[in-house]
């Protein structure tokens, strides 16, 4: 699975917010995601956001013989 991390959005950075969002995903079988659910909102839309739409673009999986759900949680930590 290649996930990469999603960028830290600037004005919560700036702000030095961190969250966490729970997402679901479901994969094509060609390893593609093809829709991605909140599931526990972070309380900032700006990360619930770019969670949803970094996955779409980005994340891809192993392809499989069937389609796929998996859940996961997205943290957002300041370094």
């Known amino acids: 699975m290649a996930a990469p991390r999603p960028p830290y959005p600037s004005a919560l950075r700036k702000r030095r917010i961190t969250g966490s969002v729970g997402v679901r995903i479901s994969v094509s079988p060609q390893g593609l995601p093809t829709a991605v659910d909140i599931t526990r909102p972070s309380g900032h839309s700006e ?14 999986f192993q392809p499989a013989a069937t ?6 949680t997205v943290h957002f930590r300041l370094q």
């Open 47 to 60: 990360f619930d956001t770019t969670t949803r739409s970094w996955i779409l673009r980005h994340w891809r």
């Open 67 to 72: 389609a796929a759900v998996f859940t996961t």
